[in-house]
């Protein structure tokens, strides 16, 4: 609920005043209530009325004077209050770092997800790729490092935003392994208040998603089925270019595994067939003996200019070194183009070789996790097109017996698994939204 703006003082204790009794009602119904602060006020000014009010936290959103040095202001006043409510900075992805000392990472700069609308439109169909708005990167960038610490991503929808839109924006955290922060549209909140059948229905499909979040909360423990690690180095200057990478790399659908440079190590690398290097624009002495064994052992490396001086034909943006059972693809520039440098791992990798593979599915991104035995998968596929997904294959690697179909407002449903040139195929008859796949050995 919003706390404090920095505006007219006699506005804000009304607004104050209204979220403390909002909050005693939220409170009697099991429900957290955290106030939201905008730049212009000081601590001092709605750290104690949040105390009064009994607020669980306070969640800081926009560009505060001092940055770090005023979230540990907020921190150290609400301690000083013998409050244990928790503060949350709500901060752009390149100022997360693994250091930062926040019980909750939440990002600010998440998308509205969905098909990008161009002058002529967008028309997704399976002789077309069109371009996806996905958090779904962004998400699992944070969650490489985060730890047990929840992971919230922060985007209001359009003013117009269907039903959809809200159920789409929940499964693209969901599917990235985050939390999406539910904000209504006024209109929505109106419609609520005066109990309008269509806004009724809205809601109740948006409880049932994230009802289905908290259902199958173990699924948040499955680890990322992975032929390609991406090496994330959080403390680069240029994560920007680094984040664009692995946002295009999901979007080609190749099954990834995000490893923070700090824990590089030729156990995390275990399984992979090919690791993305080109964050590593100055690689160490043990980050390259760890590559160079993964690459004897038979792997494929992408690395930048700095793992060797060689010259590259000019028709070309990187070549390929042969090293004992395996291979380097070394790039031209240390920061190659990141929608050639995504096409061009495909290519390197082999479609056949990606252990998952989905057929038309052009408005279609997924994640793939495996358990903790290795015999079961789950796949989320999450339809971003304003219309239903139609008969959507999904080609899987592995021996598996049984496949189940599950969504957030039906019930989970058997589905067929065939057998085909070694490989098993799963149809989706028809995905609106978001499902899950679970094989089963």
């Not at 005693?24 to 106030?35: F, S």
């Not at 004992?324 to 056949?352: N, Q, T």
Request: proline share 6%; charged share 25%.
């Amino acid at each position: 609920m919003t706390w404090s703006a920095g505006g007219d003082s006699e506005t804000e204790q009304q607004q104050q005043r209204h979220v403390k009794a909002y909050a005693w009602e939220a409170r009697t119904r099991g429900i957290a209530v955290l106030g939201l602060v905008h730049p212009g006020g000081v601590p001092s000014s709605f750290v104690g009325p949040a105390v009064e009010a009994g607020l669980d936290g306070l969640v800081l959103e926009g560009e505060f004077p001092g940055g770090e040095r005023f979230v540990s202001e907020v921190r150290r006043a609400l301690q000083s209050k013998n409050s244990a409510a928790v503060v949350v900075p709500l901060i752009a992805r390149e100022k997360h770092a693994p250091s930062l000392d926040t019980p909750i990472l939440a990002a600010a700069d998440a998308v509205a997800p969905g098909l990008r609308e161009f002058a002529r439109g967008v028309e997704a169909t399976p002789s077309s790729e069109p371009w996806i708005d996905s958090n779904i990167w962004l998400a699992r960038s944070i969650c490489s490092w985060s730890g047990i610490r929840p992971v919230w991503l922060g985007e209001h929808l359009a003013t117009n935003a269907a039903p959809a839109d809200y159920l789409r924006a929940i499964a693209d955290a969901a599917v990235g392994g985050g939390r999406w922060v539910v904000a209504l549209s006024d209109e929505l909140h109106h419609g609520l208040r005066q109990k309008q059948p269509e806004a009724t229905a809205a809601w109740r499909r948006i409880a049932a998603y994230l009802k289905f979040q908290q259902e199958h909360a173990d699924w948040y423990e499955y680890a990322p089925f992975a032929v390609y690690g991406f090496i994330q180095d959080s403390s680069g200057k240029d994560r920007a270019i680094s984040g664009e990478n692995l946002n295009l790399a999901c979007r080609q659908r190749i099954p990834l595994r995000v490893i923070e440079r700090a824990q590089l190590s030729a156990a995390a690398l275990e399984g992979l067939r090919a690791v993305h290097g080109i964050d590593l624009i100055q690689p160490t002495e043990q980050e390259r003996k760890i590559l160079s064994a993964f690459v004897e052992n038979g792997g494929l490396a992408v690395a930048g200019p700095s793992w060797k001086q060689m010259e590259i034909p000019k028709n070309q943006d990187f070549a390929v070194l042969p090293a004992g059972r395996g291979r380097v693809a070394v790039y031209r520039d240390e920061w190659p183009e990141p929608g050639s440098l995504a096409k061009d791992l495909v290519d390197l990798l082999g479609r056949d070789n990606l252990g998952v593979r989905f057929f038309r599915a052009a408005s279609v991104l997924s994640h793939i996790s495996i358990d903790k035995t290795g015999n079961r998968m789950l796949v989320q596929l999450l339809n971003y097109a304003s219309y239903s997904a139609d008969s959507v294959l999904v080609r899987v690697v592995g021996d598996f017996r049984t496949a189940r179909f599950y969504t957030p407002e039906s019930a989970p449903e058997e589905v067929a698994l065939e057998k085909s040139d070694g490989r098993l195929e799963v149809n989706i008859p028809r995905l609106p939204v978001y499902g899950v796949l679970l094989l089963e050995k």
